[in-house]
């Protein structure tokens, strides 16, 4: 016998109970998750609608208590199907409810009014339009707004609505009048806001197709040639900066829309829209369109609909674009993929490209997942044939990739320059300034804020027992995060006794600063947070940079992905190695795709491009490799230490957060709670799990409200996703608990 787990509250406002029920034997084969079903509730004396969201073999009461499916409800759109399904592996992957689940995938739309658009025409023939003018002008009290009108409508036969009543003047009681005189006709019809049309794109360019190299070419038709086979899997599109790749998108949704099938494209973050929209809408034109946070809840809902009604094909956004409701889904490309703002902070805090995969799974279609620096876990599958492996190892026209020098800025310390700018770019600068090309300087903030190094030998405080970069917290004591080990915060380097120890703590500003005192000629634009603020705020300052409007860019991760500035010949990276500082397990694999992204935006057009990298960690393997543009390097090397470790992808970590106002009782939790994991796992059969904890999140304490962490660790995924059952029904029946938020993060970033 087959039972479901069915939720009956549909209005997706309080989806946080399952009811089991029975399915009959003759309906077993249509019952999948994500179908609606009618079943009986309450006394059995009505019926409601309810949606599956789990089957097993397994009653979870008196099997004769359990009541039967009555139907399947065949109305239900395939799509919502398909998202209610993904819901569920949200909610069994990343440790959410199902109610967390599906309002993040199936989101409450607002009531939004829709956009109507009225247009004015002539009804009347000229002979009819004629005598009602001179019928008009033979009254003694004739209104002159509505032969003005009639006169403008003769030499423009149709008028918007919104022309006539704001800039003729013309009152809508005149317009109504002559449209009960049959003269005018008032048509009114839904106009859709698209936000693309506020991006000052050029509609009048065409369809551009480039065509493709060989490469390009070869990575194109293993995709097609696998679908034509009835194959459908995942594919890591591998290729170095400026090789191409979305025009290699851009071919396979080609294809998908010659079959009749819509695409979803995800970009990591909203910054990145503009371009890629630009290129999406020069080769596809209105089929197009974008959803993002920024946008206003009309705008959203008008997406939404354009979806539903077949005018729009493709959409282009970041990590909740992956849940549009496509009903005939054919391709999903996940560009960047390595990026860590995929992952969710907020629960569920899912990550988008396991769940991007398994939607390619839901709607057998294939995935597409882009980088020049793919995440370890990515390459390693692969590796092991889980996913395809395309290759671009040139850039398009052959083009080099940029020189790369490393500066040592230990050295620039001893010589007495304690800028950010070192002699070398200063001089580098200077020289692109003259010739008038662009320069780009990224400044990796990641890891300046709690962190400890030494300036004169680059040492970073790490814990002894992880390996991992340990924070400051504000007793003035270095915790490590994962085993919470803690010491003392230096006052000089343990290696080289230097009193330059501490924090670092430079920002774009300062950096601005820097470059307008020694060069106070040259045209800056900053892009960070604050001159990013506002729905536009990215598109201009980029918009700005692209027309030549300024020779230099300064800012943070967010003008260093996936930008195409051919003017741009040098970039200068500085203080790259602080995001080794960061107090995580992937902290070398977040410097290196910073590094390799930063240093993949110069010498793109037709000039070669450099790329000065500052660090005061010169030997450091990721520093080394990202110079080179090597990842085979970076990766064999990053490899061992994930082993030796047991860090994904070859062990797991399941990070629970707790959170409570009076310190005592989430003391009191924590114990508990750590205590009877350590207890129950190895009576569960899970002896392989290790338990780590509790100790203090950082930070420590927000909005008057304490949070400690503690971490499980397991080889395998799936005993994780146990541990979290086996927690959830704890909390359920323990009062100890009951006053504790608790949240589940698998993986954390």
């Known amino acids: 016998m087959k039972y479901a787990d069915i939720i009956v509250d549909i209005t997706l406002e309080k989806l946080n109970h399952t009811f089991q029920y029975m399915i009959p034997e003759e309906l077993q084969p249509e019952v999948t998750v994500g179908i609606r079903v009618i079943v009986p509730f309450g006394n059995g004396k009505r019926d409601i609608n309810g949606v599956v969201v789990e089957i097993s073999e397994e009653p979870k009461l008196d099997p004769k208590r359990i009541k039967p499916i009555k139907g399947i409800l065949y109305s239900q759109e395939k799509s919502e199907r398909e998202l209610v399904a993904l819901s569920y592996f949200l909610s069994e992957h990343f440790g959410s409810t199902m109610n967390q689940a599906l ?196 705008e959203r809902s008008d997406q939404i609909d354009r979806v539903k009604n077949g005018s729009c094909k493709i959409i282009v956004g970041p990590r909740s674009a992956l849940f549009t409701p496509f009903s005939n889904l054919g391709i999903i490309i996940v560009d960047e993929e390595h990026e860590t703002s995929y992952k969710s902070e907020t629960a569920p805090r899912y990550h988008a490209v396991p769940v991007a995969v398994e939607r390619g799974r839901l709607c057998n279609c294939p995935v597409i997942l882009g980088s020049a620096t793919p995440s370890v876990e990515t390459f390693q599958k692969a590796k092991n044939n889980e996913y395809g492996l395309l290759t671009l190892n040139s850039r398009v026209e052959d083009r080099n990739l940029p020189k790369a020098e490393i500066i040592d800025l230990r050295e620039e310390l001893k010589s007495g320059n304690r800028s950010v700018i070192s002699r070398r770019l200063r001089e580098l600068m200077a020289d692109r300034l003259e010739k008038g090309q662009q320069i780009m300087l990224f400044l990796n903030r990641r890891g300046m804020m709690g962190s400890v190094s030494c300036r004169a030998c680059g040492t970073v405080m790490k814990c002894p027992h992880c390996d991992v970069s340990m924070t400051l917290h504000k007793d003035g004591m270095l915790h490590c995060h994962y085993c919470g080990h803690k010491m003392p915060r230096p006052v000089e380097c343990p290696e080289c006794h230097s009193k330059y120890i501490g924090t670092m703590r430079a920002g774009t500003e300062q950096v601005e600063e820097s470059v307008h005192k020694i060069f106070p000629e040259a045209r800056i634009l900053r892009m960070d ?25 300064i800012g943070t991760q967010m003008i260093v992905k996936g930008h195409d500035f051919p003017e741009v010949t040098l970039m200068g990276i500085l203080a790259a190695d602080m995001s080794l500082n960061i107090s995580d397990f992937r902290a070398g694999e977040r410097t290196f795709d910073l590094l390799v992204q930063a240093a993949g935006r ?118 994780l996703i146990k541990a979290k059952k086996m927690i959830s029904r704890e909390l359920r029946e323990n009062r100890k608990l009951s006053g504790v938020t608790i949240w589940f993060d698998y993986d954390p970033l």
């Open 103 to 298: 309002k993040t995938v199936i989101p409450l739309r607002k009531k939004t009014s829709p956009k109507e658009k009225k247009m004015v025409s002539l009804r009347a023939s000229r002979d009819e339009t004629a005598n009602f003018l001179s019928n008009l002008r033979s009254k003694k009290k004739y209104s002159v707004s509505k032969e003005r009108l009639i006169k403008e409508l003769m030499a423009e036969p149709e008028i918007p609505w919104d022309i006539i009543t704001c800039k003729l003047h013309i009152t809508s009681d005149n317009i109504r009048a002559l449209e009960k005189s049959g003269i005018v006709r008032v048509d009114s019809y839904r106009e859709f806001r698209n936000p693309i049309d506020n991006k000052n794109i050029d509609k009048g360019e065409g369809k551009k197709v480039i065509e493709l190299n060989a490469e390009q070419n070869r990575c194109v038709e293993t995709v097609r040639e696998d679908i034509e086979r009835g194959i459908n899997r995942p594919y890591l599109l591998y290729g170095v900066t400026g090789s191409g790749k979305t025009e290699v998108y851009m071919d396979l949704i080609e294809d998908t829309l010659s079959a009749g099938k819509e695409a979803i494209m995800l970009i990591p973050e909203i910054s990145l829209t503009y371009q890629t929209v630009m290129r999406f809408y020069h080769r596809f034109g209105e089929l197009v369109s974008i959803i993002n946070s920024r946008m206003s809840e009309g």
């Open 529 to 553: 947070a604050d001159t990013t603020k506002g729905k536009d705020g990215h598109e201009k300052i980029l918009a700005s940079f692209s027309n030549n409007e300024a020779d230099i860019l």
């Open 602 to 719: 110069a010498g793109r057009g037709d000039t070669p491009g450099t790329v000065l990298i500052q660090t005061y960690q010169t030997d450091n393997y990721s520093i080394i490799a990202s110079a080179a543009q090597d990842y085979e390097a970076f990766y064999k090397n990053e490899v061992l230490f994930r082993r030796l470790g047991n860090y994904p992808p070859f062990g797991h970590m399941l990070k629970i957060l707790l959170e409570e106002k009076d310190i005592k009782d989430l003391k009191m939790a924590c114990d508990h709670l750590a205590g009877y994991l350590r207890e129950k796992l190895p009576q569960d059969g899970d002896k392989e799990s290790s338990v780590l904890g509790p100790e203090d999140d950082f930070p420590a304490k927000v909005n008057d409200v304490y949070k400690k962490t503690i971490y499980i660790k397991n080889k395998d995924y799936d005993k």
